[in-house]
């Protein structure tokens, strides 16, 4: 025979036939069956389903007051929680739930008018923009005389046009006249001014004479460093000249180049012939990389950089070697070098006391918590949902465990 729980629990009782009841202000209501155990641990059962339900409305609360959850899904939210506790098998004081909700509801009609009201500030706004946009486009119809950015800010108010919120029709097509008449009167400015380039590009088509003949006069100077620099300045000073019409463009980029190229070709001659006396500092590079790759696989940290650092000493010593060979001999002795390095850092983390108390610290969580939820299992019922989560959570921790039993064996 059950103990009847009426008088120790104010929101619900078990009967006698293992029926849960829930007290509400309209009445009682069954909420659920339950055979196994006492009745104390039903009514902790359905407790449990009441503070999840109490705990998805505190989380709505949360985001309505929070954040700027949009009322309409706010006032959803609040429909389907209250659907939900209306047939909720819990035992709990529903009817304070369903008062919050109530609160939270008036909240979101309150919100609900203050969203209408600020979407009427922002036509305001929206106006003040556009009127701000079309005099600014006006402006630069009228004053502008650097057509790339007047142009290319003309289409960011166009674009800014477009983000803005929507006023009323009339008003919206008078302000869209205005910027498209701006627009057109600006493009004609433009036109007008690119006719009339032809003197301008003669003085360009000048510029770039003059150049050409300082770069045809450095064609055959054999200074190398001092005349590619000078090239450098010459095409800096090309770029900035401007445009000529474009056959003068052409034939004076043609002249310029086969001077450039005339100049670059004989110093790479020149390199090549050097880089062909360096053959031997390469051969012998060589074989100190061979020498140094032996160092590898380190066993011995502080040795293993003593060679190195002797085997660069001896590197240094030998000489540059031809270009086509230099990244990849340089690279081989980098990744040495990285070996090294990285054998350093591994050597210094292995003896690090402070990082293997945190993996001894890890490793002693995870056998608690293991042997808690073994605890736990014991003591739920077989197939029963507590079981399971039991049985879930030991499977995963015994899978972190291995993991942080093997970081921690890294520092033995």
Excluded: C
Excluded at 118 to 130: C, D, L
Excluded at 349 to 368: F, M
Aim: charged share 35%; glycine share 6%; aromatic share 6%.
């Amino acid at each position: 025979m059950r103990e009847d729980t009426v008088t120790t629990d104010p929101w619900g009782r078990v009967d006698d036939d293992g029926t849960v009841y829930v007290r509400t202000a309209e009445g009682e209501r069954a909420v659920g069956s339950w055979q196994a155990g006492e009745p104390e641990e039903a009514l902790a059962y359905f407790h449990r389903k009441f503070d999840e339900l109490a705990g998805q409305v505190q989380l709505l609360e949360q985001r309505v007051k929070g954040t700027d959850l949009p009322p309409a899904q706010a006032e959803a939210g609040i429909l389907k929680l209250r659907e939900a506790i209306t047939g909720a098998n819990a035992v709990g004081d529903l009817d304070s739930l369903n008062n919050r909700l109530q609160a939270l509801s008036e909240m979101v009609g309150k919100r609900r008018e203050e969203v209408k009201a600020a979407r009427e500030v922002a036509r305001g706004q929206a106006k003040e923009i556009k009127e701000r946009i079309v005099g600014e486009a006006e402006r630069i119809a009228e004053d502008a005389t650097h057509w790339k950015s007047g142009g290319e800010r003309l289409r960011q108010l166009v674009e800014e046009w477009k983000a803005a919120e929507r006023i009323d029709r009339a008003t919206e097509a008078a302000l869209w006249k205005r910027l498209s008449t701006a627009r057109t009167a600006f493009a004609k400015r433009r036109k007008a001014y690119f006719s009339s380039l032809d003197e301008q590009r003669d003085q360009v088509r000048s510029s770039k004479e003059r150049i050409v003949t300082e770069a045809e006069e450095l064609s055959s100077s054999t200074d190398w460093n001092a005349t590619a620099a000078a090239y450098r300045e010459l095409m800096r000073r090309w770029k900035a000249a401007g445009r000529a019409s474009r056959e003068a463009e052409d034939e004076l980029w043609n002249r310029f180049k086969a001077a450039q190229d005339q100049f670059f070709q004989a110093r790479s001659t020149v390199f090549a012939e050097r880089d062909a006396s360096f053959a031997a500092n390469a051969d012998a590079k060589e074989l100190l990389l061979v020498e140094a790759e032996k160092i590898l696989p380190v066993t011995d940290v502080r040795a293993a950089r003593g060679q190195l650092r002797a085997l660069v000493e001896r590197w240094e010593a030998v000489g540059p070697v031809p270009r086509e060979q230099r990244d990849r001999l340089e690279g081989g002795l980098r990744k040495i070098d990285d070996a090294v390095r990285k054998a350093e850092e591994a050597e210094w983390k292995r003896s690090n006391p402070e990082a293997r108390a945190r993996a001894q610290d890890t490793v002693n969580q995870l056998r608690r918590s293991i042997e808690q939820l073994e605890t736990r299992l014991a003591k739920a019922q077989p197939g029963s949902k507590q079981a399971k989560e039991a049985e879930e959570g030991i499977a995963a921790r015994r899978s972190w465990l291995e993991e942080a039993e093997r970081t921690l064996a890294e520092f033995s």
